[in-house]
Nanobody, 127 residues
Framework: QVQLVESGGGLVQAGGSLRLSCAAS????????MGWFRQAPGKERVFVAA????????RYADSVKGRFGISRDNAKNTVYLQMNNLKPEDTAVYYC????????????????????WGQGTQVTVSS
C-alpha cells in the first residue's frame, strides 16, 4: 500500500501561484510514477500532470502546459505541483495519485492506471 497526503491548497486570485505537496508513505513510494488530477464540481476527475519514478520524464495536460510544473524529491518521498498564472477554471479539488504498478517507465494520464489516491486539497481561484 502507498498512502498519500496532499497539502498546499487554498484561495488565490487569478494570476497568482500555489504549490501543492503530496507526501507519500508505505511501499517504496519513490518507485512509482506519480500524478496529479483534479475534479471540479459536477465534472469528472481529469489528468493534470505526472512524473516518472526517476523524475526524468513528465507529462502535462494541454490546459496547464507552460503554467504548471511537477517535480519530486525521492529523498523526502514528496511530489510537488507548482501552479503559476492560475485561472478561475483551475478551481477544483486536486488529488495526488500513485501508479498501479511500481517501476513502470511510461507516464500515463488515465485515472485507471493509478491505484492509490490522496484525500484531495481544494484550490479556488477567484477572478
Amino acid at each position: 500500500q502507498v498512502q498519500l497526503v496532499e497539502s498546499g491548497g487554498g484561495l488565490v486570485q487569478a494570476g497568482g501561484s500555489l504549490r501543492l505537496s503530496c507526501a507519500a508513505s508505505g511501499r517504496t513510494a519513490s518507485n512509482y510514477v506519480m500524478g496529479w488530477f483534479r475534479q471540479a464540481p459536477g465534472k469528472e476527475r481529469v489528468f493534470v500532470a505526472a512524473i516518472s519514478w526517476s523524475g526524468g520524464s513528465t507529462r502535462y495536460a494541454d490546459s496547464v502546459k507552460g503554467r504548471f510544473g511537477i517535480s519530486r524529491d525521492n529523498a523526502k518521498n514528496t511530489v510537488y505541483l507548482q501552479m503559476n498564472n492560475l485561472k478561475p477554471e483551475d478551481t477544483a479539488v486536486y488529488y495526488c495519485a500513485a501508479d498501479r504498478y511500481s517501476l513502470r517507465t511510461v507516464v500515463r494520464a488515465s485515472t485507471a492506471e493509478y491505484n492509490y489516491w490522496g484525500q484531495g486539497t481544494q484550490v479556488t481561484v477567484s477572478s
